[in-house]
């Protein structure tokens, strides 16, 4: 079945370590994106990307880096410079040029700093 | 300024009753879509139903249909016959298509609680 992956499901990371977030589609989906997600809150975006070698920063990339050098897999690197990065971590994609479909999500990756 | 506005946190609806959950929005561009999500506790986000802002009638899936009112730009989720199942949060979002390259504000979400 087609989908998204995330992994890992959950991750620990230790002051002043750099971590990366693995995000798989295989649903052929052009367009990916990293939201974050804080208890009781709605998702912000980190970045997106529409097409391979291509990403945008989205409204809070700063901490954030990301690559997109396949179709398949985008993966987000939380860096030192984030200085909060305590939260629930969604991948989502979607197909081009078919503006009613909602994204796809992924399960999530729960990031915790010990 | 909040682009998406959920001013219910938390909700709760009696088990076979239906519910609303309000959601306003605010945007100047003339194209968009709107959206409703699930997210159950295990965190995963499901699309539920989708409303574009030229669609002239209300969107319906299942048991879910979206109260559309574009003068007053609020689109409330009604889910009838309500399941246990239902439980969860529902986030509502939108996506601009000329000022936002196509992605998808949300808002801070409904929780929902569904009684038996």
């Known amino acids: 079945d087609g989908g998204i992956t995330q992994s890992p499901k959950y991750l620990f990371r230790k002051e002043g370590q750099n971590v990366t977030l693995s995000c798989e589609q295989n649903?052929?989906?052009?367009?990916m994106y990293w939201y974050r997600q804080d208890p009781g809150q709605g998702l912000r975006l980190i970045y997106y990307?529409?097409?391979?070698?291509?990403?945008q920063k989205g409204d809070i990339a700063e901490g954030y880096s990301v690559s997109r050098e396949k179709k398949e897999s985008f993966p987000l690197t939380v860096t030192s410079a984030q200085k909060n990065p305590t939260a629930f971590y969604l991948c989502?994609?979607?197909?081009?040029?078919?503006?009613?479909?909602?994204?796809?999500f992924g399960s999530g990756t729960r990031l915790t700093v010990v | 300024a909040q682009k998406i506005t959920q001013t219910q946190p938390g909700m709760f609806v009696q088990e076979k009753e239906a519910v609303t959950l309000d959601c306003t929005y605010d945007t100047s561009d003339p194209s968009y879509g709107l959206f409703w999500y699930k997210q159950p506790s295990s965190g995963e986000m499901i699309f539920l139903i989708y409303?574009?802002?030229?669609?002239?009638q209300n969107a319906t899936e299942g048991r879910y249909s979206l109260n559309f009112q574009k003068a007053r730009k609020s689109a409330n989720l009604v889910i009838s016959a309500s399941q246990l199942g239902d439980s969860a949060m529902y986030f509502c979002?939108?996506?601009?298509?000329?000022?936002?390259?196509?992605?998808?504000?949300f808002g801070d979400g409904t929780t929902l609680t569904v009684k038996p």
């Open positions: 649903l052929n989906h052009d367009a």
């Open positions: 409303q574009g802002s030229y669609d002239q």
């Open positions: 989502a994609s979607s197909p081009p040029g078919t503006e009613n479909y909602g994204y796809t």
């Open positions: 979002a939108m996506r601009e298509d000329n000022t936002n390259a196509g992605k998808s504000t």
């Open positions: 990307s529409q097409i391979v070698n291509d990403f």
